[in-house]
């Protein structure tokens, strides 16, 4: 079993609706949890750091972070064809330099 | 702000040579800077851990004779790819921790490397 478990889709949504993308984890000591967008052939960017459970928003962009259930997911609102990109959950057990555990990624296509 | 500039963006080589990637932190200082490999459709695997001024740390079956890293100074590490064969064709990136009183990672936009 991976250490996180990620959908690699590809999911496609029309422009506009709500996205709802999602990982679960098995390692109970993971505390900080990270989104990241990838576009074709670039490196991953920063969209969302959240720690422990509940929720962050930023923009069209919710994190929630369920501890008990291992389970997190970022919502995009309003969702824009420049969306269109893979989206990858990270995490780490500590804040300092350790190494991240990524999902696989989720290709998503918005349709304009 | 918190830029890694990774050079090159694409290289081809042929079989057996070896090929240089930089990863450059532009506004911080890198103490410590990560290798990753992906391929196609896969995400990112973590090979190596380099700190500034140490030996990297490799992460198991990673061949550390073949991805030689070094990390010369707080704003540059290198990963050269030795003796380089067509199953070393990927995508490398690097990244580094944000400078301290911030928070996550952020990366190189990544080096396709393509062997023939």
């Known amino acids: 079993q991976k250490e996180v478990e990620q959908d690699p889709g590809p999911l496609s949504v029309p422009e506009g609706a709500i996205v709802s993308l999602n990982c679960t984890y098995s390692n109970s000591a993971f505390q900080y949890f990270m989104w990241y967008r990838q576009y074709s052939r670039k490196g991953p960017e920063l969209l969302m750091y959240?720690?422990?459970?509940g929720n962050k928003e930023d923009g069209r962009f919710t994190a929630q972070v369920d501890k008990s259930s291992k389970y997190i997911s970022l919502f995009i609102r309003d969702s824009q064809p420049s969306d269109s990109a893979t989206y990858l959950c990270a995490m780490s057990a500590s804040h300092g330099n350790e190494k991240l555990t990524f999902g696989t990624g989720t290709r998503l296509t918005i349709i304009p | 702000g918190a830029v890694v500039s990774q050079h090159p963006s694409r290289v081809i080589c042929k079989s057996g040579t070896s090929v240089k990637i930089e990863c450059r932190s532009l506004?911080?200082?890198?103490?410590?800077m990560f290798w990753y490999r992906q391929f196609p459709k896969q995400s990112l695997m973590l090979m190596a851990t380099s700190n500034e001024g140490s030996k990297a740390t490799y992460e198991q079956g990673v061949e550390k004779d073949k991805f030689l890293i070094n990390h010369a100074s707080l704003t540059l590490s290198t990963l050269t790819v030795t003796s380089a064969h067509p199953e070393d064709s990927s995508f490398y990136i690097c990244?580094?921790?944000?400078?301290?009183?911030?928070?996550?990672?952020?990366f190189g936009s990544g080096t396709r490397l393509t062997v023939v």
């Open positions: 959240t720690y422990s459970s």
């Open positions: 506004d911080f200082q890198a103490t410590t």
């Open positions: 990244s580094a921790r944000v400078a301290r009183g911030r928070l996550g990672y952020t």
